[in-house]
Nanobody, 122 residues
Framework: QVQLVESGGGSVQAGGSLRLSCTTS????????MAWFRQVPGKRREGVAR???????GYVDSVRGRFTISQAKAKNTLYLEMNSLKPDDTAMYYC????????????????WGQGTQVTVSS
């Protein structure tokens, strides 16, 4: 059972920055995808950024150029550097792991963290 624990959320003003972290228990799959999703109450959970075992990354259009996903495999940690934050980025952010290739489909991810809240004020 893979356990994921997010941290780093908080409240910032528009234009500010935050760095989210997701610490995972050991993942033993030969191929994985790790991703960040976000969700606003009453709306669907949406993908934000993803990274596969080869280090290939992907971003949703609304965050490309502002957010950077990375991972420190030795520390079993996934990061999301968020710059130039906007009020529309306000959401609960979740990290997730999938045991095969990357996808934006929420239901294909095997494990999820409990989420960390990001609030951006104008």
């Amino acid at each position: 059972q893979v356990q994921l624990v997010e941290s780093g959320g908080g409240s910032v003003q528009a234009g500010g920055s935050l760095r989210l972290s997701c610490t995972t228990s050991e993942v033993t799959y030969s191929r994985t995808c790790m991703a960040w999703f976000r969700q606003v109450p009453g709306k669907r959970r949406e993908g934000v950024a993803r990274i596969d075992s080869d280090g290939n990354t992907g971003y949703v259009d609304s965050v490309r150029g502002r957010f950077t996903i990375s991972q420190a495999k030795a520390k079993n940690t996934l990061y999301l550097e968020m710059n130039s934050l906007k009020p529309d980025d306000t959401a609960m952010y979740y990290c997730a792991v999938r045991s095969t290739g990357c996808t934006w489909t929420v239901g294909y991810y095997n494990y999820w963290g409990q989420g960390t809240q990001v609030t951006v004020s104008s």
